[in-house]
């Protein structure tokens, strides 16, 4: 089993930034694909972004790029989502995600992960 604990969620003006942080419980965390997903009212799980076990590879979703950064700290078993330019349309629930196996074409595909955390509230007022 994989426990996965966000923080960093808040409430936050239009333009602010914000950092989310997700702590994992596996020992090799760092040989495992880390994403974020988020989910606004009445709305599906969106993809947000993906950073693959070596680091280097990452992914975005269109509505991010440009504005978020994930990054992973493979010592302390943690992954983040720095979050500039924030828009009330990024108001949501984000999720930290990890996969045992994912191949790279699906790195955007949540019913693909299947460790979650439990959420962090991000609230953008205009």
């Known amino acids: 089993q994989v426990q996965l604990v966000e923080s960093g969620g808040g409430l936050v003006q239009a333009g602010g930034s914000l950092r989310l942080s997700c702590a994992a419980s596996?020992?090799?965390?760092?040989?495992?694909?880390m994403g974020w997903f988020r989910q606004g009212p009445g709305q599906e799980r969106d993809f947000v972004a993906t950073?693959?076990?070596?680091?280097?590879?990452?992914y975005y979703g269109d509505s991010v790029k440009g504005r978020f950064t994930i990054s992973r700290d493979n010592a302390k078993n943690a992954v983040y989502l720095q979050m500039n330019s924030l828009k009330p349309e990024d108001t949501a629930v984000y999720y930290c995600?990890?996969?045992?196996?994912?191949?790279?074409?699906?790195?955007?595909?949540?019913?693909?992960?299947?460790?979650w955390g439990q959420g962090t509230q991000v609230t953008v007022s205009s």
């Open positions: 596996r020992r090799t965390f760092g040989s495992y694909p």
């Open positions: 950073i693959m076990w070596t680091g280097g590879i990452t």
């Open positions: 995600a990890t996969a045992t196996s994912l191949l790279y074409r699906d790195y955007d595909d949540a019913t693909k992960y299947n460790y």
